[in-house]
């Protein structure tokens, strides 16, 4: 007796949940337009992909663009380094505690010891 074996392949299952959207003009449109040779100049009307965050993605280039950046980023710069010098110098990549006291105790250590190599 011959078995024969169906198995079943969702294409939904492997696709992306990022999918962009592509939005096309009209022949029409592009036609009589001014900006065509700028646009496209390669095809017949333009086509513009926009993904599921591109509004995020727009808000934080206008963040970006503000006059407060600068300051900002001086502030975080100066968080990253001592972040980065407790992680790397005093060795606190791992927690050597357990538990809320132990984690709090620990990092207190480690700040109390980076503060006082500040003044020295």
């Keep these: 007796m011959c078995h ?3 198995t079943y392949s969702d294409p939904a299952r492997n696709a992306s949940v990022w999918k962009a959207r592509k939005y096309r003009a009209r022949k029409s449109d592009c036609t009589g337009c001014a900006l065509k040779a700028k646009d496209c100049p390669y095809s017949e009307a333009r086509a513009i992909h926009r993904e599921n ?4 993605r727009e808000f934080a280039r206008q963040c970006t663009a503000s006059d407060f ?3 900002a980023q001086a502030r975080r710069k100066k968080v990253e380094i001592l972040s980065a010098h407790l992680k790397r ?8 505690l357990r538990g809320q006291c132990g984690v709090q105790d620990d990092f207190t250590l480690a700040a ?9």
């Design 4 to 6: 024969t074996w169906w």
């Design 53 to 56: 965050y591109e509004a995020v």
């Design 69 to 71: 950046n600068p300051k």
């Design 89 to 96: 110098t005093l060795g606190l990549g791992r927690l050597r």
């Design 112 to 120: 109390t010891a980076q503060n006082l190599r500040k003044p020295a």
